[in-house]
């Protein structure tokens, strides 16, 4: 979502002596991106919980933790958008509306045992499903991160494959604009 960060005279600029569309590159530019948005993820889910007076009993580590890797998932995702749409502005709308399709599917809005069983199938292969559930056992019951241990898994593949949607489609952006070489033009010796 926050790929428009990056202008392609600063992405030439980072690039320098590295080869372009590169794992660390990527890990970079993901890195860049939280660094911004995961403070204010904090702020606000601090705000939400001194403000608002929402109960806490859980671990706050244990909670920012998990905030900390669903918003790399949501920029690393944001990146796969931009892949599926080859425009910022149209991955922004496709990632705000998916956002809140799987916010619906979480089972913050409605029960999740009141769901039928397909869309709580559904939900159950959702990010947003597992994080929802770690901030509600943790703040409500004080849950360790043994007892979230399940969702924590979730959270950890998600993590994986998010980053590698997102970087196939960053490697993309980058043969897209002759940043790096194509797959099969090898170097002859």
Do not use: E
Not at 45 to 70: D, E, N, Q, W
Not at 84 to 100: D, E, F, R
Not at 116 to 126: D, F, N
Request: aromatic content about 14%; proline content about 5%.
């Amino acid at each position: 979502m926050l790929i428009g960060l990056d202008s392609y005279a600063s992405l030439r600029q980072s690039v320098k002596g590295d080869m372009p569309g590169t794992p660390w590159l990527f890990a970079t530019k993901v890195a860049g991106t939280c660094c911004l948005a995961i403070p204010v993820v904090f702020g606000a889910a601090a705000s939400v919980l001194t403000v608002f007076g929402m109960p806490h009993r859980g671990g706050l580590l244990l909670i920012f933790s998990a905030l900390a890797v669903y918003v790399v998932i949501h920029v690393c995702m944001g990146y796969g958008y931009y892949g599926v749409c080859k425009s910022y502005i149209l991955s922004t709308h496709l990632h705000l509306y998916m956002a809140v399709v799987l916010f619906f599917l979480s089972g913050f809005t409605w029960p999740y045992y009141a769901m039928p069983r397909a869309v709580q199938a559904i939900a159950h292969c959702i990010p947003i499903f597992h994080m929802n559930c770690i901030m509600r056992k943790v703040n409500l019951v004080g849950a360790t991160a043994g007892w979230v241990l399940p969702h924590l898994v979730a959270l950890a593949v998600w993590l994986v494959i998010a980053y590698a949607w997102g970087y196939r489609a960053f490697k993309q952006w980058c043969r897209d604009q002759n940043l790096a070489p194509a797959p099969d033009s090898q170097a002859v010796a």
